[in-house]
């Protein structure tokens, strides 16, 4: 659990989170539409862009919460968490490669903001702004921090516009969630920024905004789509409700992307978890997807509305086109609760739900215990050769390059290898030589394995050759294929589909290999009680000549 102590939203509709609220409430969108040849993409497109440059925009966020939150963020307990899913990608090919991993840019903007520690980067699809505040609210109750700021930010350009063409996710038109005419999703830009507290401030009595109760649960059935069954988001949503009483729910704020897989999902969640009669409302409609801003923009928002006793109507919504009962409606309406829900999936099969409540009964008293992990088993694999649990794998020589020895000796009989990318190939074949070794009963289902990767170039091989579909404008040819393995976590998401890990999936991007920043991710992720043991460990693939896996299963 965490306490808020100040934010910021900049996005087209304001500057402040004051200002988007008011925007919101009164149904305005800066949502509209862009002619072809815009942002040097051939075809017109919907969207909600300032065109601004990444590293500024979270710098100017991060600068005006932390001002209106008066932390001294020069003290080694204050730390540094940004989401996002593609960082300054625009800038590829521009500049130097190692000035836009996303690790470097985060301590560049540490550095910028004053704040003394090394930063973490949570990259985890459309649900790392709620990954990152999941991480922040376990760090700082597990009292490794007082302070954390939490900085959601991406912004869509060709880059990222082009690949989500490629899928025919964007609608052609405003973004309707939830109804039955929606086609599509529409891509916003924005940063959002909250300052979170391990201790609750001193208000003369007034109650302060919590965060807490945050999983992160897997649907371990494809890194593209969601499962029909809305598993992982059933088995987060439970968890999230242990110990809550959903009448004191002033709403389930939902993910809301307007697709058609992705609504009708949602609402099965939703049904499955006995929330149907609680309103529903997405602000997909107001800002499009902000991708790694959204979890925490939307999450900031969500708090104006309770505080100002509203639960904001669905723009775009006129008539349910999901199967699953749920209470949605494009109006605003009153309410006088103090508690919601937020929600959010993304690819790579991965979804996240957290409770946020100005009420102090909501949450569950517990104290954190950390427990020391041990190592159970390790597999490191570079250019240099194989070790298993230290003893040295033997692979004959061929000329498919080693990790395809790798496969096609030790494990072969999944096709899907050949469709992976690099960082997936070496993900996938590390994790078997790994399960191989633990040698338990393996693919039936299970709901207690976490995946916990961690890299510094993030999908850097697979982000080179999307761009290279797009550069040239006789040969504009963005491949869908190529885009979905742009974002690292996908190989958390390939690792959970063949295991049937149902369990939390999470990708961290650091400035470099620091295993006490990696062991405080680790030792806070058994406050997830659901969870046994992790499949975690490094993950860098730059390209076939330099990459390099050292995982290992841990248990408390």
Not at 159 to 175: D, H, M, N, R, Y
Not at 287 to 311: Q, R
Not at 356 to 368: H, Q
């Amino acid at each position: 659990m965490a306490y808020v102590l100040a934010d910021n939203i900049i996005s087209p509709l304001g500057e402040t989170s004051e200002e988007n609220y008011l925007a919101v409430k009164a149904g305005k969108s800066g949502i509209h539409a862009y002619a072809k040849g815009s942002h040097g993409i051939p075809d017109g497109f919907v969207a909600s862009l300032m065109s601004l440059d990444f590293e500024e925009l979270v710098i100017n966020s991060a600068k005006k919460a932390i001002g209106a939150s008066h932390v001294d963020v020069a003290h080694e307990k204050v730390v540094l968490i940004l989401s996002s899913t593609k960082g300054a990608i625009e800038r590829l090919g521009k500049v130097d490669d190692e000035d836009i991993e996303l690790g470097t840019l985060a301590e560049r903007i540490a550095q910028q903001l004053g704040i003394l520690t090394k930063p973490f980067v949570v990259c985890n699809a459309c649900i790392s702004g709620l990954s990152a505040l999941i991480l922040a609210s376990r760090l700082l109750s597990a009292e490794k921090y007082d302070y954390a700021v939490v900085c959601g930010c991406d912004c869509p350009d060709r880059f990222i516009v082009s690949g989500f063409q490629s899928l025919k996710a964007l609608s052609t038109e405003p973004c309707r969630p939830f109804d039955i005419e929606r086609f599509g999703l529409n891509l916003g830009e924005a940063v959002a920024t909250i300052v979170l507290a391990k201790n609750a401030p001193r208000l003369d009595g007034e109650c302060v905004w919590q965060i807490g109760h945050g999983f992160v649960r897997n649907d371990a059935f494809h890194i593209s789509a969601p499962s029909k069954t809305s598993e992982g988001l059933y088995q987060a949503l439970s968890q999230t409700m242990l110990g809550v009483d959903k009448s004191w729910l002033a709403f389930v704020n939902a993910h809301g992307t307007a697709t058609l897989f992705n609504d009708q999902m949602e609402s099965i969640a939703i049904q499955r978890a006995g929330l149907s009669e609680i309103p529903t409302d997405a602000l997909k409609g107001y800002f499009g997807h902000t991708l790694g801003a959204a979890g925490v923009l939307e999450t900031i928002l969500s708090m104006k509305a309770v505080d100002d006793h509203t639960i904001i109507g669905t723009l775009g919504y006129e008539e349910l086109g999901v199967s699953g009962k749920v209470n949605v409606s494009a109006e605003n309406r009153p309410t006088d609760k103090k508690t919601f829900v937020k929600m959010l999936s993304g690819f790579g099969g991965c979804n996240a739900t957290m409770l946020a409540s100005k009420s102090s009964a909501t949450f569950r008293e517990e104290k954190p215990s950390i427990k020391a992990f041990v190592i159970t088993h390790r597999v490191s694999i570079s250019t240099k050769g194989v070790i298993v649990d230290g003893t040295p794998l033997s692979i004959e020589q061929g000329g498919n390059g080693l990790l395809t020895n790798i496969y096609k000796q030790k494990i072969g009989e999944y096709p899907k290898y050949y469709k992976m990318d690099g960082l997936c190939r070496l993900g996938f074949v590390a994790s078997e030589l790994l399960l191989q070794a633990e040698g338990n009963v393996r693919f039936k289902e299970c709901y207690d394995r976490a995946i916990v990767l961690f890299n510094r170039s993030s999908s850097i091989f697979s982000d080179k050759k999307f761009l290279e579909s797009i550069q040239n404008k006789e040969n504009y040819f963005p491949s869908p294929s190529v885009f979905v393995y742009t974002l690292p976590n996908i190989v958390t998401g390939e690792i959970a589909i063949r295991n049937h890990y149902h369990g939390e999936t999470s990708f961290y991007i650091l400035p470099s290999k620091d295993e006490r920043q990696m062991n405080e991710v680790l030792e806070t992720m058994f406050m997830d009680t659901q969870s046994k043991s992790v499949l975690t460990g490094w993950i860098d693939y730059e390209d076939g000549e330099h990459f390099e896996a050292d995982l290992m299963l841990i248990e408390i």
